[in-house]
């Protein structure tokens, strides 16, 4: 890590406040203006425009710009208020900002941010709806200081073939289009990717080979017709477009904002004011071609993930706590006490600082009622987005509920709120499970699903399955109608084949659905990854269950993470090389300090997996 990436994470938070009125705190009627857009009517030098459009996780960019001591000022519709997301959310900046009644005051920022997420024509849908469109076109064209992330690159080009073929913004040559997914690589392309740059820029003055976050399925390729815009490329089978700028006109595919220390010195780049002269791109390309011979130190890493498991205990307050095969229950205390590991937090704040990958937060609460209005678990997970700059996936409670005033809730609505506190994806478990039955029994797509809602709102990749299986022991294969494996251990009565059967409850109510049938048919349904959980291996620390992962990981193309057993830093190496498995996860070692996070990257270093160290 470099000294400035150092003094970037160590520095204090910094900046101007943004202020998130809760639907119980709305604006009195006379007051509402729908569509209005809001913007501070004095800028300053050191002011930060972001457009949020109301795609998404926007939270960790705030927070990446309050990191880095910069103001933030927001260009959004001041209501949000649709069918798609119902809820009713209602944002108001601080009261310097005056109300002002056409979008082309735009124009009036000084530097835009425009991060992206989800689906290509739902988001050009929303820009037009909301007036914005034009107004972003004429800014980008006239070469203010602007930078595009993720979706925000792709939406620069000419169209994308995703929602069945839209048009875009049109300012750079081109066409987005799918990874290719006969090319047997998992797709959405979720991970950790090296750069390789094309011409030298600001942006990545300080870029020493480290390692950036990406997560979609489409991209734009370099072509002769966009050369001139493309400032750096990464390789997923193919190169595709990670980096673009035209002088002060940046786009990156990749997430700074969720990129660790390496993304935030992006964005401390882009800051400046002042753009470096390109330089003699010869060298850059030798660089290239010396990048695509070094297989272990280049490409998309193997990600490590640290996984918290919260729930509250007996006095009401929220903890972290690990179960042996789902109990979690300390059998050694008087009362038989929730095991308490750590607050939420700071052990994610420990992880982050440790190197870890991911965060992922299971809210494993039995809820009652409506899962909004655990409070205290939207609390954490943006406190956490506060300090941990790598992506965070929260799971527990997202489904379809009724509250106590018998008013519905869809699983998108409680799906949003959690983005909108700073979750970048969410995990669904059991609501998948009822799901994937339905679609196997009718065959059909209904639309109606919490997977298909909520990854056609944000996209496939904000989206994980949670799948809880257990072996079943079978004598004989083909008397059995599920996918069977043959067995690591012997069953009890000497049986060689096992099948896993799905479950939902905490693992305490068996499905007639194997683990392969499930994750096929979720991902038919639009998911975008698959946390693969094993009951009979949680707890045991004696590794993966490789069978269960290879089964599925060959049967799906989307990203499998392995979790459930590890004990050791062989264990993940283990995993890597005999499985398809994208990522592994683990719990109970980290928060114990048996194993350290460091120390699984090392082995899998050493062991020539591509690994972010």
């Known amino acids: 890590m470099t000294n400035m990436a150092n003094a970037l994470l160590s520095a204090s938070p910094a900046g101007g406040t943004h202020r998130v009125i809760s639907q119980k705190q709305q604006l009195p009627s006379h007051r509402r203006s729908y569509g209005v857009t809001t913007i501070c009517s004095s800028v300053r030098s050191d002011d930060v425009f972001l457009l949020d459009y109301g ?38 900046v601080v009261s310097k900002f005056s109300q002002v009644q056409h979008v082309g005051d735009i124009s009036k920022a000084s530097r835009l941010i425009f991060p992206g997420v989800g689906a290509y024509g739902q988001a050009m849908d929303r820009l037009k709806h909301l007036g914005f469109l034009e107004a972003l076109r004429d800014y980008i064209q006239s070469g203010k200081p602007f930078l595009g992330i993720c979706l925000g690159l792709q939406l620069m080009f000419e169209g994308s073939t995703e929602s069945g073929g839209v048009e875009g913004l049109g300012i750079v040559p081109g066409a987005v289009s799918e990874f290719d997914r006969l090319k047997g690589l998992p ?18 003055a300080d870029n020493q080979g480290q390692r950036f976050y990406f997560v979609h399925s489409y991209r734009a390729t370099p072509s002769e017709h966009n050369k001139d815009w493309v400032l750096a490329s990464s390789h997923y089978g193919e190169d595709f477009v990670a980096a673009l700028q035209k002088g002060d006109t940046y786009a990156t595919q990749f997430h700074p904002e969720k990129s660790g220390a390496a993304g935030l010195v992006v964005l401390k780049n882009f800051f400046e004011s002042y753009t470096q002269k390109e330089a003699d791109p010869a060298p850059i390309v030798r660089q290239l071609e010396q990048q695509h011979v070094n297989g272990t130190s280049q490409g998309l890493a193997k990600r490590v993930i640290a996984c918290l498991d919260v729930r509250a205990n007996d006095a009401g307050d929220l903890v972290v706590t690990k179960g042996d095969q789902y109990d979690v229950r300390d059998k050694g205390t008087a009362g038989n006490d929730v095991r308490n590991l750590g607050l939420p937090v700071q052990l994610a704040g420990r992880y982050f600082v440790e190197g870890a990958d991911e965060v992922t937060f299971l809210n494993i609460t039995g809820f009652r009622d409506f899962p909004l209005g655990d409070l205290p678990m939207l609390e954490v997970v943006r406190q956490a987005s506060e300090g941990v700059f790598v992506p965070l996936t929260v799971g527990g409670g997202i489904r379809e509920f009724t509250d106590a005033d018998g008013k519905r809730w869809s699983a998108l609505e409680v799906a949003s709120e959690y983005f909108r506190s700073g979750a970048d994806k969410v995990s669904i478990g059991g609501d998948a499970v009822f799901a994937a039955e339905e679609y196997r029994r009718t065959g059909q797509k209904t639309g109606t699903s919490s997977i298909e809602q909520i990854s056609w709102h944000y996209g496939a990749q904000a989206l994980v399955v949670s799948i809880d299986p257990k072996r079943v022991y079978v004598a004989d294969p083909a008397q059995c109608s599920h996918n069977t494996v043959k067995a690591r251990q012997q069953g009890p009565n000497g049986e060689e084949y096992c099948w896993y059967q799905c479950t939902v409850k905490g693992g305490r109510e068996g499905r007639d659905i194997d683990a392969v049938q499930l994750a096929q048919a979720v991902e038919a349904l639009g998911a975008g990854e698959i946390l693969l959980n094993s009951i009979d291996a949680d707890g045991a620390c004696s590794g993966f269950d490789l069978e269960l992962i290879q089964a599925v990981s060959d049967a799906v193309t989307i990203p499998v993470i392995a979790s459930s057993g590890a004990g050791s830093p062989e264990h993940f190496t283990q995993v890597f090389n005999n499985t398809k498995a994208s990522a592994a996860l683990a719990a109970g070692i980290f928060h114990r300090q048996e194993v350290a996070i460091s120390d699984v990257k090392s082995h899998m270093a050493a062991d020539g997996l591509p690994t972010r160290t």
């Not at 960790?60 to 959310?89: D, P, Q």
């Not at 797709?187 to 990545?204: A, D, F, K, T, Y």
Request: proline share 2%; hydrophobic share 35%; with cysteine.
């Open 55 to 92: 795609a998404g996780n926007v939270r960790s960019v705030r927070n990446a710009v309050k990191k880095l001591g910069y103001n933030m000022r927001e260009v959004s519709h001041r209501f949000l208020k649709s069918r798609t997301c119902s809820l009713t959310v209602v944002r108001r």
């Open 187 to 204: 797709v959405p392309h979720i991970g950790w990717n090296s750069l390789q740059e094309r011409q030298q820029s600001r942006l990545l």
